[in-house]
């Protein structure tokens, strides 16, 4: 169940790092997508599937501990990958 939470995570931040870190101005912006972007998507897609799938999954009390545990790993993963592919742009290149 991780993996659909890492793999993601780990794409967008790759995707930041390549498309926005390229010059160092926009370094920060690319760690700041990195960041946000899996934390909020992963937020959409909980929301989405607690209104869709009503009363299956527990309801909105395990929305708030979901939310700071899994989007805390999101937005680490991605910052991790975004920072290892800026790492890597800087040795190249």
């Known amino acids: 169940m991780l993996l659909y939470v890492i793999i993601p995570s780990a794409l967008v931040g790759t995707l930041s790092g390549l498309i926005l870190g390229r010059k160092k ?3 920060v912006t690319s760690y700041a997508f990195a960041g946000a972007l899996p934390w909020l998507g992963l937020l959409v897609t909980l929301i989405y599937e607690n209104h869709t799938k009503f ?10 501990l979901v939310q ?3 989007g805390t790993l999101a937005a680490a993963t991605g ?11 800087k040795i190249i290149f």
Not at 55 to 64: D, R, S
Not at 79 to 89: E, K, T, Y
């Open 55 to 64: 009363g299956e999954l527990g309801g909105a009390a395990m929305l708030l």
């Open 79 to 89: 910052l991790v990958s975004c920072a290892f592919v800026n790492s890597v742009w």
């Open 25 to 27: 101005a926009d370094s």
């Open 68 to 70: 700071s545990t899994a």
